[in-house]
């Protein structure tokens, strides 16, 4: 309130702060972004995926992090329900012992648990993928947006997401025909998902070449930047 003025990263926050009283003329939406030039669509065999063994299998992809924003048992579900892929789980801490313990107490031989990779390595990371996964918590509403999910669509991989259909993420995956989304507590909507993305390689080329397209449209670092930059003369104008 304070602010002379205030940048958001989605229309929810906008309208949040307008219903607490903020005057809308003060408030703009610049959503997030990834960098465009850094995650660009590699082959699924590189030398990250050979690494892994993972050249000759269909696999499911998460990477980042996990906490108390995810749910893991989701994860744990989409290994055990579709045993003829892989599913890789790159990421540490909390959550990550919450996989290890499933891991060994069920003898899911196919969820394969990394810790992160060296950044320099993304690229090939989101290649090896067939399937990139998204999760978010029934909690985290309209108010945080997954940034993974953007380098998934510089990635120009399908996503599949279990994440509140209020959310901006949401939003611009099913508008975008980037991928496929479920609440995050609909399990049985979630594995329907999977396999249909399993199932129907000409969805999985689409939804890639949709995300792709958003990304190279929407993450320009120059308009991005003018944009900023705008909005800080403008603010300054109006102070003097």
């Not at 993972?54 to 998460?62: E, R, T």
């Not at 003898?107 to 060296?118: E, F, W």
Request: proline share 5%; glycine share 4%; hydrophobic share 40%.
């Amino acid at each position: 309130k304070k602010s002379d003025h205030v940048i958001v990263i989605s229309d929810a926050f906008k309208e949040f702060l307008t219903v607490n009283n903020l005057n809308p003329n003060n408030i703009s939406v610049i959503p997030n972004w990834a960098v465009l030039d850094e995650i660009k669509p590699l082959p699924k065999i590189n030398d990250w995926s050979t690494s892994q063994n993972l050249d000759s299998d269909f696999v499911y992809l998460y990477a980042g992090t996990l906490g108390l924003k995810h749910n893991p048992q989701m994860l744990v579900e989409l290994a055990r329900n579709i045993p003829e892929s892989k599913l890789v789980v790159i990421t540490q801490g909390i959550e990550r012992s919450y996989l290890d313990q499933a891991k060994a107490k069920q003898n899911i031989s196919n969820l394969i648990l990394l810790d992160y990779q060296p950044v320099e390595y993304l690229g090939e990371v989101l290649a090896s993928a067939d399937v990139l996964v998204a999760l978010l918590e029934p909690e985290a509403g309209a108010f945080s947006v997954p940034s993974k999910i953007l380098s998934y669509m510089c990635a120009k991989r399908p996503i599949l997401a279990a994440i509140p259909q209020e959310n901006a993420a949401a939003k611009n995956i099913t508008k975008e025909g980037a991928g496929l989304t479920v609440n995050p507590d609909d399990i049985k909507g979630f594995i329907a998902a999977a396999k249909k993305l399993y199932q129907d390689k000409n969805l999985r080329i689409e939804s890639g070449q949709a995300g792709r397209s958003y990304a190279e449209q929407n993450f320009c670092i120059k308009r991005i930047g003018d944009g900023f930059e705008k909005l800080f003369a403008k603010t300054l104008r109006s102070k003097k």
